[in-house]
């Protein structure tokens, strides 16, 4: 049986031994970058806190670090901090384990933007982790290209995944992808990531894809407690109150963003488990 916790704005919590309190993507970047003698004051505003924002306060910071290395270390940091809370990721936290047809509504927004009107279509696949969505979803794809910025995840995900071509990038910086490569561009609950500058990855996401390609992105509308309980919302930061109202507001802002990037055709559509955010890639 699933029970929820509905919440209206900041009113659901989880518990301080949730996965997401107890591990949080900032958090570890900081910790990293102290022990390498590296100083970060951490902003008030972490909701809306990117890579790029981090990068100018550890510049300000550490003036007599060269910027190459400052920006070497924030993003071994920022890479070591995702394998750290997802290189052994399972559905046991996930509101998707306790919906079976979540693969459905992913591959339902896939068919939305013209998956199956593409003959042996090419997908990207960005932020693919251990590669455990494959399964029922993406596996069998021919021509899979994976990618994902922390390094002991993307090889567990290239054990799930052989045949595909694997490349470990940023979102927001896809080098190993070349332009205009790839028919469909996946992200599953990315686009919600501490860190990520969700403008320079949609920049990329439109790069890499072919004029009158297709994006995917799925934002988690729910997160699964220690007790069971899937609880509605984002956990807000330094703090286990979970807002039910953001994952809406985020998903519409994505969507903004693709339209302010040339894209068109954005939808935003709620499932059970996530929200999807689809688009297509404008003919250049």
């Given at each position: 049986?699933?029970?929820?916790?509905?919440?209206?704005?900041?009113?659901?919590?989880?518990?301080?031994?949730?996965?997401?309190?107890?591990?949080?993507?900032?958090?570890?970047?900081?910790?990293?970058?102290?022990?390498?003698?590296?100083?970060?004051?951490?902003?008030?505003?972490?909701?809306?806190?990117?890579?790029?924002?981090?990068?100018?306060?550890?510049?300000?910071?550490?003036?007599?670090?060269?910027?190459k290395t400052?920006?070497?270390?924030?993003?071994?940091?920022?890479?070591?901090?995702?394998?750290?809370?997802?290189?052994?990721?399972?559905?046991?936290?996930?509101?998707?384990?306790?919906?079976?047809?979540?693969?459905?509504?992913?591959?339902?927004?896939?068919?939305?933007?013209?998956?199956?009107d593409v003959?042996?279509?090419?997908?990207?696949?960005?932020?693919?982790?251990?590669?455990?969505?494959?399964?029922?979803?993406?596996?069998?794809?021919?021509?899979?290209?994976?990618?994902?910025?922390?390094?002991?995840?993307?090889?567990?995900?290239?054990?799930?995944?052989?045949?595909?071509?694997?490349?470990?990038?940023?979102?927001?910086?896809?080098?190993?992808?070349?332009?205009?490569?790839?028919?469909?561009?996946?992200?599953?609950?990315?686009?919600?990531?501490?860190?990520?500058?969700?403008?320079?990855?949609?920049?990329?996401?439109?790069?890499?894809?072919?004029?009158?390609?297709?994006?995917?992105?799925?934002?988690?509308?729910?997160?699964?407690?220690?007790?069971?309980?899937?609880?509605?919302?984002?956990?807000?930061?330094?703090?286990?109150?979970?807002?039910?109202?953001?994952?809406?507001?985020?998903?519409?802002?994505?969507?903004?963003?693709?339209l302010r990037?040339?894209?068109?055709?954005?939808?935003?559509?709620?499932?059970?488990?996530?929200?999807?955010?689809?688009?297509?890639?404008?003919?250049?």
């Amino acid at each position: 049986m699933i029970t929820h916790e509905h919440s209206s704005g900041v009113g659901g919590s989880l518990s301080p031994k949730s996965l997401y309190v107890r591990t949080r993507i900032t958090t570890e970047v900081y910790a990293q970058l102290a022990r390498e003698g590296i100083r970060l004051t951490l902003p008030p505003d972490l909701w809306s806190t990117t890579i790029d924002q981090l990068l100018q306060i550890c510049l300000r910071e550490n003036p007599r670090t060269s910027p190459k290395t400052l920006q070497a270390a924030l993003e071994r940091a920022r890479a070591t901090a995702f394998d750290t809370k997802y290189a052994e990721y399972t559905y046991h936290h996930d509101s998707r384990g306790k919906d079976p047809l979540w693969q459905h509504a992913a591959f339902d927004a896939l068919r939305r933007v013209g998956w199956e009107d593409v003959r042996d279509p090419r997908l990207l696949v960005v932020g693919v982790g251990n590669g455990l969505e494959a399964q029922g979803l993406y596996g069998d794809v021919r021509r899979l290209t994976i990618v994902d910025i922390a390094p002991l995840s993307l090889a567990m995900a290239r054990a799930r995944l052989p045949h595909a071509t694997a490349t470990q990038d940023p979102a927001e910086n896809l080098t190993s992808v070349h332009s205009n490569s790839q028919d469909f561009y996946l992200a599953l609950r990315v686009f919600q990531s501490a860190l990520l500058n969700p403008l320079r990855a949609i920049h990329e996401a439109r790069r890499v894809l072919t004029p009158g390609g297709a994006i995917v992105l799925s934002i988690s509308s729910a997160f699964v407690d220690c007790d069971g309980r899937v609880v509605l919302g984002h956990v807000a930061p330094r703090s286990c109150s979970v807002d039910a109202s953001r994952p809406v507001h985020h998903a519409h802002s994505i969507q903004r963003l693709l339209l302010r990037c040339g894209f068109s055709d954005a939808d935003v559509a709620e499932t059970r488990s996530d929200i999807y955010v689809t688009a297509r890639n404008i003919e250049r």
